[in-house]
């Protein structure tokens, strides 16, 4: 509802803590990304709706991708024209590690695809076209008898 910026620290201590670092984190950066507020259920018990919270906050990675460069650029901007920077993004450190994991195998794919380009195991090697014996398409003559 947008009241996140606007309530004072007083309002929002309580909530923080109720809620811990991780989901508090988590929240933080659903709303970097322009998305609603996680709601637990009234009726539902709580450690249930933490576990539910864990399960969905470590599965949406793409969204901390979003948040973490929503949040570099707001503190880039922020750098830039002497504003307040932006309150920390608290990463959970299950989802740091998946964000790495992914970095390094995107590390790896790039180095692979470097080497391809560069001929090493890259496949066969190419051959110009002149070089290579075609089919004759049907009813028509041969046009290289030697063949």
């Known amino acids: 509802m947008g009241t996140f910026e606007t309530a004072r620290p007083a309002d929002m201590d309580p909530l923080i803590a109720a809620m811990?670092?991780?989901?508090w984190g988590w929240q933080y950066a659903r709303r970097l990304t322009g998305q609603s507020a996680w709601r637990a259920r009234p009726d539902v018990d709580e450690r249930r709706?933490?576990?539910i919270a864990a399960d969905q906050m470590t599965a949406d990675i793409e969204l901390w991708e979003r948040a973490i460069a929503t949040h570099d650029r707001l503190a880039e901007r922020a750098r830039r024209y002497g504003d307040?920077?932006?309150d920390p993004l608290a990463v959970p450190s299950l989802v740091r590690d998946i964000l790495a994991e992914r970095q390094r195998a995107a590390l790896q794919r790039a180095e692979r695809r470097r080497r391809r380009g560069e001929g090493e195991g890259g496949g066969p090697e190419p051959v110009?076209?002149?070089?290579v014996q075609h089919p004759v398409p049907p009813n028509q003559s041969n046009p290289n008898p030697a063949a």
Do not use: L
């Not at 811990?20 to 989901?23: C, M, R, Y």
């Not at 110009?128 to 070089?131: F, G, L, R, S, Y």
């Open 128 to 131: 110009p076209d002149e070089a």
């Open 49 to 51: 709706e933490r576990m």
């Open 20 to 23: 811990g670092p991780e989901i």
């Open 84 to 86: 307040r920077p932006p």
